[in-house]
């Protein structure tokens, strides 16, 4: 049965490229809502999952956080980057500016508990960006030892040479209820 089933694909005169070609156009269609209840999205309504590659780029971002030594993420950020955080703050500039301050931040607590739920990559059809959507808990300790827990949800936005250049920060205090199972 294999060899039958090689044969035929060796002998593919184009027409299952077109059709693989418009089923994966109607796919990427398919992903956007039929119906918008009247909402017009500011960015975008249509996306498809992307490339594990971004998500890997992400859980380096988060695992050199948990370690306290940023010295490696210089690696994963365009030359500027725009960080929005949960608290309202934000932060645009020169990379090397704001990971030079954001390793002091990270060298006050005294240990970073980071565990992650849920990650996974998505690309916008029609604006034709990557993105990396995150959740996950993050268990700060300061120096005087008392440890905080803080559920996150980050959205991670990558450029066209692989490198982030945008993230979108939202939290909740304490951890998230378990979710039910089935």
Known sequence: MTVFT????????????????????????ANTPSNMYGFTPAYSASFVMDSAKNTETVLALWNEWKSGDLSQSRSHFADTVSFFMADGTSMSGPTDSLLKNMQAYRSSFKNMGVTVDAIFATKSTDKDENWVAVWGVEMPTDMKGKTDTVSLQETWRFNKAGKVDLMFQATRKGMLPPIPTK
């Open 6 to 29: 090689v044969s035929l694909l060796s002998c593919n005169d184009g027409t299952t490229t077109t059709d693989n070609t418009l089923t994966a156009s109607a796919e990427l269609k």
